[in-house]
């Protein structure tokens, strides 16, 4: 790092030098830092050795105005130091307007947030008028962008009383944007609306290279044509002037209007935060990051503080700001927020976190993942279903970020009770489903005790659809379990379903029967592949990959069971009953014979207890007043610590009737002993 400064006296060490500011004035611009701190800050420096008297005079009234001027739009005044050979004025970090406009893409550079800073100006010359001052000097050389992306006024050297005659340029960088001549001779508020004209065309245009450039507006947009006209034009004194410079710029102005309705978003009614949610987010791809990580993220935790039950419409907004920030500070201040959210007692905030989980999970640290585990592991035990099994589909994209305790203990404990006992067969199906995509994320002794049984189980579940997903989760998964528990359990377990009611079920356990049976007659001709093949059993390392039937991964890795889809699968077989009732009336009908009686057609149909799966998931709108959301008394707590015994986290229960099949005897889950006899 290049250090300028000798004496220790001053506190500040500069990195870079910013030379596009070199000719737009007599001092030059280097960014710096604060010794100790690691502050950013902006580092205005005069050479002494030019000798130049009034040039120096000019530098030390800079330092006097700046540090009584106090306004959000004007540069802050930090330090100053003085030696024999320089002078060092210290400010808040910024970058020149042109350089600052330069980094953003087309999108972010649009009118909206062009007219937003136009208008931050407009708000300084006013506050500068009002105190009888005139800057003199407005241009894009003395406009500056802070670390917030907001524009704020500098080149304060300049500026005098409203009746003191018109001050000499020392640059020639600066001469070129002196008024002219009948301008200086007209009101004392013409020279700085003049130059707000001046600055209003640079903007949208680039920097100016002579006057008369300024007879066409070229870029500039139509609803400001006629504002850009007035200032440069204007010759009497107008003291509303500015007023309509700043109203022009943010009327209809979405950045504006978005970001002031969010500074008193805990004021407005829940209607009206909606669609101020949901307008932010349809502007943040054309914001600058700086005022989204800055400006917005700000507004958006104080939002929180004062209304913590109407956070849910602002977790979009958030889950797309960690992918912007690239800052260690400012991520660490995202994932706290982050986790703030999560532990909120509101369920539709919960809720919402649950839902755009994909959109940070992946950008954040690890230590935050597991510092939210806690809060997100309750939503396996809320009553609302919605929010369990939203909380079993997040938990595929937050299962490869946890520590080793939280996934293979406390996530399986939570994950195979919902699998097993959940009242909802969509949220069965979706554990299943799960189970199958975080397999590989597990320990292997985790996998050896869970994986096995949680499938089998899912085998002789009452819903279709739950088996279903336990036969495509044994084709994605089954190189996770050796050879001889795919002979002496897995395969058992799958041949019962080849006489499955359900076609889907019957179709998907033939086709992943012949890949296992091909799996060991590969080992049968070759025993020397066994270990190639069980090579994934025992490791730590294993891929989320998938080297045999992609069909079933295709399946799997799909979109979860939605509610109501279980209970269109569940009365397929009852469907084609019916019809076949039907076809058979029509064939009587058909072979009539005159004056005879029609009798019904007997269908022969097993007694069944029709399981009803009503879709109880309360309404897209976070805040809908569904009767479990009014009844809902905080987070319970688990009164279970560590692993359960198996047979408690599969308890053996009285056989269920799906909508469309006999009852299928449950069996033990673990493979049979050879020799043992069956029970007749």
């Known amino acids: 790092m290049w250090n300028f400064f000798a004496r220790e006296s001053f506190p500040y060490e500069s990195v870079d030098k910013v030379d596009f500011f070199n000719g737009l004035s007599v001092l030059s611009l280097n960014d710096g830092v604060k010794k100790g701190t690691g502050e950013k800050v902006s580092i205005f420096t005069y050479n002494k050795k030019s000798g130049n008297q009034d040039l120096l005079e000019h530098v030390k009234s800079a330092i006097k105005r700046l540090k009584t001027l106090k306004h959000p739009a004007i540069l802050t005044y930090l330090n100053s130091y ?129 006057l008369k450039s300024l007879a066409k507006p070229k870029k500039i947009p139509s609803d400001l044509i006629k504002i850009f006209n007035q200032l440069l034009h204007q010759r009497e004194y107008d003291k509303e ?48 990051k700086d005022i989204v990580l800055n400006k917005i993220l700000s507004l958006l935790k104080q939002a929180h503080g004062f209304d913590s039950e109407s956070s849910a419409y602002l977790v979009p907004i958030v889950a797309k700001i960690p992918t912007l920030a690239t800052e260690e500070k400012l991520k660490s201040d995202i994932e706290q927020f982050l986790v703030l959210l999560f532990s909120s007692n509101d369920r539709a905030t919960r809720l919402s976190l649950l839902m755009n989980i994909e959109e940070f999970i992946n950008v954040i640290s690890k230590k935050s993942v597991n510092d939210i585990f806690p809060y997100f592991s309750a939503g396996f035990l809320d009553s609302n279903p919605k929010i369990r099994g939203e909380t079993v589909k997040a938990m595929v994209s937050i299962a490869p970020l946890l520590s080793k305790k939280n996934l293979n203990d406390e996530s399986m404990r939570l994950l195979l009770q919902i699998q097993a006992k ?52 044994f084709a994605v998964t089954h190189r996770f379990f050796p050879v001889e528990e795919t002979a002496k359990s897995i395969l058992p377990g799958l041949i019962c ?45 294993c891929e989320d990959n998938v080297t045999w039937s992609g069909w079933a991964f295709s399946a799997l890795t799909s979109k979860f069971l939605k509610p109501n889809e279980t209970k269109t699968k569940a ?38 207890d029709k399981e009803k799966i009503t879709n109880i998931v309360p309404s897209a709108d976070p805040h809908s007043d569904d009767s479990e959301a009014s009844d809902y008394d905080g987070w319970g707590d688990s009164n279970c610590e560590g692993w359960d015994d198996v047979s408690e986290v599969f308890p053996a229960k009285k056989s ?19 020799g043992t006899r069956l029970k007749k």
């Open 422 to 473: 959940d009242a909802e067969a969509h949220i069965r199906t979706n554990a299943t489903i799960c189970l199958g995509k975080i397999a590989y994320s597990l320990q292997p002794t985790t996998r050896k005790k869970v994986l096995l049984n949680a499938f089998l189980f899912a085998l002789h579940d009452s819903c279709p659809t739950v088996r279903n997903s336990g036969i495509q989760a």
């Open 241 to 288: 002037i500015i007023e309509s410079f700043i109203k022009s710029c943010t009327c209809h102005n979405a950045l504006f209007n978005t970001l002031d309705a969010l500074s008193n978003y805990h004021l407005k009614d829940k209607d009206i935060k909606g669609k101020i949610a949901k307008d932010l987010l349809a502007l943040l791809p054309m914001i600058p």
């Open 571 to 608: 009365d397929s077989v009852e469907n084609k009953k019916v019809d076949t009732l039907e076809n058979k009336k029509s064939e009587v009908i058909a072979n009539k014979k005159p004056g005879s009686k029609i009798s019904e057609p007997s269908v022969s149909e097993p007694k069944q």
């Open 82 to 210: 003085e030696d024999e050979n320089v002078i060092h004025i210290v400010t808040n970090r910024c970058i020149p307007l042109l350089v600052y406009l330069k980094t953003l893409d087309s999108e972010q550079n649009g009118e909206m947030y062009l007219k937003w800073g136009l208008a931050t100006i407009g708000e300084a010359v006013a506050f500068l008028n009002n105190a009888d001052l005139r800057h003199n000097n407005i241009f894009h050389g003395s406009v500056f962008v802070n670390d917030h992306g907001f524009w704020q006024l500098g080149e304060v050297g300049y500026i005098s009383s409203l009746k003191s005659s018109y001050p000499y340029k020392h640059t020639e960088g600066m001469r070129k944007y002196n008024p002219p001549e009948e301008m200086l001779k007209s009101s004392v508020w013409s020279i700085d609306n003049w130059s707000l004209g001046v600055l209003l065309w640079e903007t949208f245009n680039g920097e100016l290279d002579s």
């Open 497 to 541: 379903l080849t006489i499955d009611s359900d076609s889907n079920v019957r179709d998907n356990a033939f086709r992943t029967i012949k890949v296992l049976i091909s799996k060991l007659e590969q080992v049968s001709k070759s025993p020397e592949m066994k270990e190639t093949i069980e090579k994934d059993v025992m490791s730590e390392t």
């Open 656 to 674: 269920e009737k799906s909508n469309n099949e006999e009852n299928l005897p449950r069996r033990n889950a673990g493979p049979m002993k050879l």
